[in-house]
């Protein structure tokens, strides 16, 4: 059972960076090669949305949110099973729990969108001065 582990967050001003990282443990029946991951987001009185995700097989494929675009920056260490999203020029509105999840079926083409197998239980962002 792939088990996503999120960390990094915490309080930061507007402009700040922050950087997640979301460790995949357990993975020693798979490759963590082979899984795509994605970050979510979900703030109070809102739905969860994507923010970005990564496919793998080596393809790197990104994909990124609007709202996120040219801000935050997703990346993956296979070796370490942890997938990263730095952040920066953060806003009031980036403010949410962050969500790292995984699954296989996103491996060569990752989307994002929210039908991922496996979660984690999220960190908190908060932008405010």
């Known amino acids: 059972q792939l088990q996503p582990v999120e960390s990094g967050g915490g309080l930061v001003q507007p402009g700040g960076s922050l950087r997640l990282s979301c460790v995949v443990s357990d993975v020693s029946e798979w490759s963590l090669d082979g899984f795509g991951v994605a970050w979510f987001r979900q703030a109070p009185g809102r739905e969860r949305e994507g923010v970005s995700c990564?496919?793998?097989?080596?393809?790197?494929?990104?994909v990124y949110a609007d709202s996120v675009k040219g801000r935050f920056t997703i990346s993956r260490d296979n070796a370490k099973t942890t997938v990263y999203l730095q952040m920066t020029s953060l806003k009031p509105e980036d403010t949410a729990v962050y969500y790292c999840?995984?699954?296989?079926?996103?491996?060569?083409?990752?989307?994002?969108?929210?039908?991922?197998?496996?979660w984690g239980h999220g960190t908190q962002v908060t932008v405010s001065s």
């Open positions: 990564i496919s793998a097989f080596g393809s790197g494929k990104t």
């Open positions: 999840a995984a699954d296989a079926a996103y491996g060569s083409s990752c989307e994002i969108v929210t039908d991922y197998h496996f």
